[in-house]
């Protein structure tokens, strides 16, 4: 099956900070999305983009679906940023694979 | 984007013992999908709920441990049986904008379960 690769898998920076998260994928999706889980659990969209550039704030996101890969971009990192960032791809069997995650921590 | 909710939000179960969680979404969909994510880890596909027929299910999960029923095109139940330690988790359920999950994927706030 697909394999779905976050990294790093960790990642501590200081409030203020920029971040690139990175997302690999081994086959050809349907759609991609960008989660942010907080620390209740709760998974929080963020972006859904299967090609192109997407911002929000001080989050953007750009897919290269010919290349197979995500990008996250977290620009001056607050401390409510801290969590944990999961890749998701759609597949053409409708089913939605997670990758691992990149654990985030802000410190103030 | 859909609204969706779960019941319980979270319990302590005892082994050997079985929960029913309920997701509820505020307008009809096609499909729905129930997902574990085990203390650290990432989330994991476990069935596929489809209304009118059976749930298809992941590898590494059956119908006996985690029966699913779809009685409509807006609510869904999981059931854990049979519950030991290794089932504490969040369970969520999800389900897609768009007729098929080929549209952004919206979550539960997750049902997060401990089994003593």
């Known amino acids: 099956g697909i394999q779905v690769e976050q990294s790093p898998p960790d990642l501590i920076l200081q409030e203020g900070a920029n971040s690139t998260l990175r997302c690999n994928f081994s086959?050809?999706?349907?759609?991609l999305q960008w989660f942010h889980q907080n620390p209740w659990g709760q998974l929080i969209n963020l972006f859904y983009i299967p090609s192109g550039t997407k911002q929000n704030g001080r989050l953007s996101a750009t897919t290269v679906a010919t290349e197979r890969y995500s990008l996250l971009y977290i620009s001056s990192s607050q401390t409510t940023d801290s969590g944990v960032y999961f890749c998701?791809?759609?597949?053409?069997?409708?089913?939605?694979?997670f990758g691992k995650g990149t654990r985030l921590h802000i410190l103030p | 984007s859909a609204v969706i909710s779960q019941k319980p939000s979270r319990d302590i179960c005892q082994r050997g013992t079985s929960l029913t969680i309920q997701c509820q979404v505020d307008?009809?969909?096609?499909?729905m999908f129930w997902y574990r994510q085990q203390p650290g880890q990432s989330l994991t596909l476990i069935a596929t709920a489809n209304q009118g027929s059976e749930a298809t299910y992941e590898s590494g999960f059956v119908i006996d441990k985690f029966p699913i029923s779809r009685p409509n095109l807006t609510f869904s139940t999981l059931t854990v049986s049979n519950m030991s330690p290794e089932d504490s988790s969040i369970y969520l359920c999800?389900?897609?904008?768009?007729?098929?999950?080929?549209?952004?994927?919206?979550f539960g706030p997750g049902t997060r379960l401990t089994v003593l």
């Open positions: 086959d050809s999706v349907n759609n």
């Open positions: 998701a791809v759609a597949m053409w069997d409708d089913k939605i694979i």
């Open positions: 307008s009809q969909v096609t499909m």
């Open positions: 999800s389900v897609p904008a768009g007729a098929t999950s080929d549209n952004e994927q919206f």
